[in-house]
């Protein structure tokens, strides 16, 4: 059976419903600036979600693991879906759940990419029991084999938050290994927990992910043009007027990150 890393939130109110979700001989890696429960893997206040998923993926490898499920702390694994993500991972090598909403209802079925534009929209076609390749994973329930995640140096950890479970994604398809979504594997997420998607730090986190996401397929004005208008529309639609300066900032940073 799969372990499972989960980076979790400081004091995350989520995360013993998450760990209660899991078989009882689940190995649970637990990321964070404080122990929680699980496996303690300790991290700074700083780091964003990639270098927490590097931290959780690298302590799994170092026990010997060969695959881990990356796991949100808002999550809840339903009766099935770690047997079928560890029968799938061990011949796909990067796969993903159905993420549901909390009561019931497709959330996202993969995520679809743009490489004119650099818009990533959600999937939400139920696709049954079926399983099918995807440009790119949420990596609120992403499986991966650990010499995949090695060999292609991990998480990029430029990206906080956003936007590098889809870098990853794209960088497994360009070595050859499509990510594959797995019909019959359902989680439960309920969104927003490992980072408050209404706050202004969201706004300036994903300025600088999507701009960094457009820079890694080719920038130019079309794809910066697309992160200023989805981002825009969104910082107004969830954090309001306030939140355009700290976008603005996230934007520049994307730009000037090495």
């Keep these: 059976m799969l372990p499972v890393v989960i980076p979790a939130a400081p004091g995350s109110p989520h995360l013993a419903t ?8 689940c190995v649970a890696y637990v990321v964070s600036e404080e122990a929680q429960g699980g496996a303690h893997v300790p991290v700074a206040s700083a780091d964003g979600f ?3 998923a590097n931290a959780g993926l690298g302590a799994a490898q170092a026990d010997g693991h060969d695959a881990a499920l990356l796991l949100n702390d808002d999550t809840a694994v339903t009766p099935g879906a770690l047997d079928a993500l560890t029968h799938a991972v061990a011949s796909h090598r990067l796969v993903g759940a159905v993420l549901e909403e909390w009561a019931g209802g497709v959330q996202q079925a993969g995520l679809c990419v743009s490489r004119r534009t650099g818009r990533v929209v ?8 079926a399983s099918v390749d995807v440009p790119a994973l949420s990596g609120a329930a992403l499986a991966v ?3 995949l995640w090695s060999a292609l140096g991990g998480f990029d950890e430029r990206f906080a938050f956003y936007f590098e479970d889809v870098d990853f994604c794209l960088r497994a398809g360009a070595a050859g290994v499509q990510p594959r979504l797995v019909g019959h594997a359902r989680i439960r997420h309920r969104g927003g927990g490992t980072q408050r998607r209404r706050s202004v730090a969201a706004a300036g986190h994903l300025g600088r992910s999507h701009t960094l996401l ?4 080719g920038g130019g004005a079309l794809r910066y043009g697309t992160v200023v208008a989805a981002g825009t529309a969104w910082t107004l639609r969830s954090v309001g007027p306030r939140g355009l300066p700290a976008f603005g900032r996230g934007v520049l940073s994307g730009l000037r990150a090495p």
């Design 50 to 52: 990639a270098a927490r």
């Design 214 to 217: 457009a820079r890694s397929i």
């Design 122 to 129: 959600a999937r939400t076609a139920d696709p049954g029991g």
């Design 145 to 147: 084999d650990l010499a």
């Design 18 to 25: 998450c760990l209660a979700s899991l078989p009882d001989d």
